[in-house]
């Protein structure tokens, strides 16, 4: 489709003029619409250099405030990613689906509930190669689609292989259906709620998980090795975990 580049210049000319107070305004949503000039090569250098300083601020407000959990010292304290405690929580949780979600974000490193919501179970191998989805086979995971776009195979612990060969027979998706984004958060919360007595979002569970994986220590290796299959690089995974006094 055609479009005039000086009629979009001039009909958005006004951000210019008002980036201060669009940004103030629109603050996350900011990137979102420098992404979009951006993606317009010609003619748009004004309007990216307005408001490029606001795409720069909310980057390190991110940054500096990542680390944050909104939840209290009790609920954190109530969170185990040990197996034992795993196993005792998911035994409060009904639905073999909800169970099997609250499982592979507390039993292996904890990655993007997205990666979840793409993952199918792929009953011949040759289905793994197709990367619009995620899959399970065989005791594995097969990452194709995440937020990275870093490929990764996931060797699936004897607990979540035990919690999929028991889901019903004509299951696609792992999750039993494929989510919106937004359902699925919500879905999350009720479960951990269940599970743990507190409500927790899957982004607090990853910010909790990278705190364990640090602190449980271990060689360079093994801390490389897990931030990767959160889906992180270490330096990310150290910025995600929670400040703590000790």
Known sequence: RQYSIMKIKNDFKFIIQNSKDIAEKHFSSV???????????????????????????KNKYYQDNRHKIICNQDAINNISFETDDVLKDIEKITNPYDKLLYALLFLLPTRRIHDYRYTKIAYKKSQIDINEFNWYFQGKIYI?????????????????????????????????????????????????????????????????????????GGDYCDLVSNAEKQGHSLMENLKYAIKTDN
């Open 144 to 216: 194709n689609n995440t937020k990275n776009k870093k490929s990764i195979v996931l060797d699936l612990p004897k607990p979540i292989i035990d919690l999929i060969n028991n889901l019903p027979d004509d299951t696609e998706y792992i999750l039993g259906k494929f989510y919106s984004e937004s359902t699925l958060s919500n879905k999350f919360v009720n479960i951990t709620k269940i599970a743990t007595g507190f409500s927790f979002t899957a982004t607090d569970i990853r910010k909790l998980y990278s705190t364990y994986n640090l602190k449980k």
């Open 31 to 57: 990137n979102i619409l420098y992404s979009v000039f951006s993606r317009l090569e010609y003619g748009m250098k004004d309007i990216k250099n307005a408001l490029y300083p606001y795409v720069m601020a």
